[in-house]
């Protein structure tokens, strides 16, 4: 039952949520080269910034349901 309810509090259906995702991936991976071109010790630093605040600071809201944490999605992909 809890499949069928899940609702996202923003409105957003799953197929958005993953494009931007997808498209936020994607603009890090392109700073990441532009920093790498720069300086090799930063573009690492920039990376592990951006990775660990998307994947803790970022997706858990984008992603967090209206349903407990039992539903469908609570938190991944």
Same mark, same amino acid.
Request: charged fraction near 15%; include cysteine.
């Given at each position: !039952?809890?499949?069928? %309810?899940?609702? /996202?509090? %923003?409105?957003? &259906?799953?197929?958005?949520?993953?494009? !931007?995702? /997808?498209? !936020? $991936?994607?603009?890090?991976?392109?700073?990441?080269?532009?920093? /790498?071109?720069?300086?090799?010790?930063?573009?690492? $630093?920039? @990376?592990? *910034?951006?990775?660990?605040? #998307?994947? /803790?600071? *970022?997706? &858990?809201? @984008?992603?967090?349901? #209206?349903?407990?944490?039992?539903?469908? @999605? &609570?938190?991944?992909?």
């Amino acid at each position: !039952m809890c499949a069928n %309810d899940c609702r /996202f509090i %923003d409105g957003f &259906p799953e197929t958005h949520k993953i494009a !931007m995702r /997808f498209l !936020m $991936i994607s603009f890090i991976a392109v700073g990441a080269y532009a920093v /790498f071109l720069h300086n090799w010790a930063w573009g690492w $630093i920039y @990376l592990a *910034v951006v990775v660990l605040g #998307q994947a /803790f600071l *970022v997706l &858990p809201n @984008l992603l967090r349901t #209206q349903i407990e944490n039992h539903c469908r @999605l &609570p938190g991944r992909f």
